[in-house]
């Protein structure tokens, strides 16, 4: 932006005109209606989508996930742990400081399309001698000044740049919005992974308590002469081996709580769960719709889209530099020897000044910028197909993922609910006096082991749940505020 500087009185009073610099800005201002723009027009890529998924569902009646999609597992307690990451998660404010960020840098875009406008006042007092008087002569000058001073954008130069800074700033709020359902997603399932390796943990329990029963059972007989020693060794290495599987669980239990005390924004300490089974928690449904529908409700593929926006108008901004800039200034004010009849019509000055500047050599820099800008949008448009097509791989593997999780499971519950039956029996036979306590022991050994692998076929579909409403979005939407 050129600033021209303006018209200043010396020691010696000058001749003063009439100041009317600002009347010409309007005039100015409306060439730019009239400035061409260089840049190649923005085209959406045309990225077909699939007509359906893969995996069989009825795309006829979709029930997306819901913005708060959390709360349909039902618990008090992971509603709580989600309001306190989502106000004290460090990766989410982060992100939130980025949206700051971009909004800052477009508003500092903004300013080259907009007139600058500056006060300068200056106060001298000087002494100097005059040529043909001995004595020399002190003289003061006061002179205040307005300048304002416009870069007119013919060539669309400033625009783009402006138009790539707001795109930009899109793409961080859409980003954003992506971290944040990666956040409250961490939450959920490490709130689940600690509830399955209570679960899991209660259940090692009874089966080590069980082992040990058998044990001594075995220790029993082999006193009456009835078990041997090799069948007591046995069934020692099971309790051992049972015992041996406590450790890890406790580990994992402690450092899923340390990662999910992490992802509220809290210290260790502070998450310490001691209830709540995965037996309580609700199984919401969820059922896509359309796949062309997906794009609309992905954070991550609409980021993709506005860098690629903002890519397109920096191609825009990288032509318009080799062409000329034109810059108007104005300056206008008053000079005057005293102080006292300062802003007196008589005093005025003004000057109006238009500059054009045309690059001529700079070293391959313009041209480079330029090389820069289309690369770098093939590189953004690159990445923004594989966005595209990593968000429907994503929603087909959630997809099958919940549907073959909620198969194990099912079976998982017949196979769990077949040990508890034969648990019963045994325990009837056991009353009945028709088989012994470690036949009923043995028994109640595959109930535990049955149970644990519930545990776990319970978690993984949950796990497979909420991978499947970060899939499709969260529930956020294209129209949907960021």
Not at 9 to 23: D, E, K
Not at 160 to 173: D, I, T
């Amino acid at each position: 932006m050129g600033v021209s500087q303006p018209l200043r009185g010396g020691i010696r009073r000058g001749r003063t005109v009439l100041l009317r610099p600002l009347a010409a800005l309007p005039g100015c201002l409306a060439l730019l209606a009239t400035a061409c723009s260089l840049g190649p027009r923005y085209h959406k890529p045309d990225i077909a989508a699939p007509d359906h998924w893969v995996t069989a569902g009825d795309p006829t009646a979709p029930a997306w996930p819901s913005a708060n999609w959390w709360h349909g597992f039902g618990s008090e307690e992971l509603d709580a742990f989600i309001a306190q990451a989502q106000s004290a998660n460090d990766d989410l404010r982060a992100a939130i400081a980025r949206v700051e960020e971009a909004d800052a840098q477009r508003r500092v875009t903004l300013a080259p399309l907009l007139p600058a406008l500056s006060a300068n006042a200056t106060a001298t007092r000087a002494r100097q001698t005059v040529p043909g008087n001995p004595v020399p002569q002190t003289a003061e000058l006061f002179n205040p000044v307005l300048t304002a001073s416009y870069e007119l954008d013919f060539w669309g130069k400033n625009r783009a740049g402006y138009a790539a800074a707001a795109a930009a700033e899109r793409a961080s709020r859409y980003d954003r919005t992506t971290v944040e359902l990666s956040v409250l997603s961490g939450v959920a399932t490490s709130y689940f992974q600690v509830l399955e390796l209570r679960d899991r943990l209660g259940v090692a329990g009874k089966n080590l308590a069980n082992a040990q029963e058998v044990l001594r059972g075995l220790t029993l007989e082999q006193h009456a002469g009835t078990s041997t020693a090799l069948d007591v060794a046995q069934q020692q290495t099971v309790v051992d081996t049972v015992n041996a599987s406590i450790p890890p669980l406790k580990q994992q239990l402690r450092q899923s709580q340390d990662a999910l005390a992490i992802l509220i924004g809290s210290t260790p300490e502070a998450v310490d769960l001691t209830r709540g089974t995965l037996d309580e928690l609700g199984q919401p449904e969820v059922r896509p719709g359309l796949p062309a529908e997906l794009l609309a409700r992905r954070p991550d593929v609409a980021a993709a889209e506005a860098q690629l926006i903002a890519a397109n108008a920096n191609i825009a901004a990288a032509r318009a530099a080799f062409l000329p800039g034109i810059s108007l200034t104005a300056s206008g004010g008053y000079v005057s020897p005293a102080l006292a009849g300062l802003l007196t019509p008589a005093n005025r000055v003004w000057s109006l000044a238009g500059s054009l500047t045309q690059p001529i050599f700079q070293g391959g820099a313009l041209l480079g910028q330029y090389r820069y800008s289309e690369a770098r949008y093939r590189e953004l448009l690159a990445d923004y197909h594989k966005a595209v097509i990593s968000a429907l791989a994503n929603v087909e593997d959630a997809l099958i993922a919940v549907q073959q999780t909620a198969e194990q499971v099912a079976r998982q519950q017949q196979a769990t609910e077949q040990a508890r039956r034969a648990y019963r029996f045994a325990q009837m036979q056991m009353h009945a006096g028709t088989i012994n306590v470690l036949t009923l022991l043995n028994t109640e050994t595959s109930l535990f082991t049955a149970a644990d692998q519930l545990a776990q076929a319970k978690y993984a579909h949950l796990t497979a749940l909420v991978s499947l409403y970060q899939a499709l979005g969260g529930g956020w939407q294209e129209s949907a505020p960021v």
